[in-house]
């Protein structure tokens, strides 16, 4: 099942081609290597819980047709080189631009993304943390 994904630009950025993608593609981030081996995905939704709701619909539906169960855990993913940015209320177009310009200037450094409220809402922030070396 492949959900409507759109490529919106590619670059290339430390040796690492980064893909960025207006909506989402569920089977694309479950396939993709965790090693890094086929770029950075970056996806750019409107609402993270709609798009969850959407794939275990779909998935159920496929499951019937086909008589097989479907995996729709996307609670697992686990992946340094998926991004996943819900833009409601702030366009995709305007939030596009902006990580796309803070990873081209490198503003990133050292601020992993930490759940505020868990990842079944898609509620996700950088975090500041400190060096401990």
């Not at 490529?7 to 207006?22: H, R, T």
């Not at 200037?105 to 868990?118: A, D, E, L, R, S």
């Amino acid at each position: 099942m492949t959900f409507s994904v759109n490529l919106i630009s590619k670059q290339k950025i430390n040796e690492i081609e980064i893909y960025y993608y207006k909506g989402i593609d569920f089977n694309l981030i479950h396939n993709h290597p965790k090693d890094g081996s086929k770029g950075m995905l970056i996806f750019f939704i409107e609402n993270w819980q709609k798009e969850a709701k959407r794939w275990h619909r779909e998935n159920k539906i496929n499951e019937i047709i086909s008589n097989k169960k479907v995996d729709t855990d996307i609670s697992n993913i686990d992946n340094s080189y998926i991004a996943i940015y819900q833009a409601e209320n702030i366009g995709i177009e305007v939030l596009y631009e902006t990580i796309k310009s803070k990873i081209e200037k490198g503003n990133f450094p050292n601020q992993p993304w930490t759940p505020i409220h868990g990842i079944e809402r898609g509620a996700w922030k950088i975090g500041k943390h400190d060096n401990i070396n």
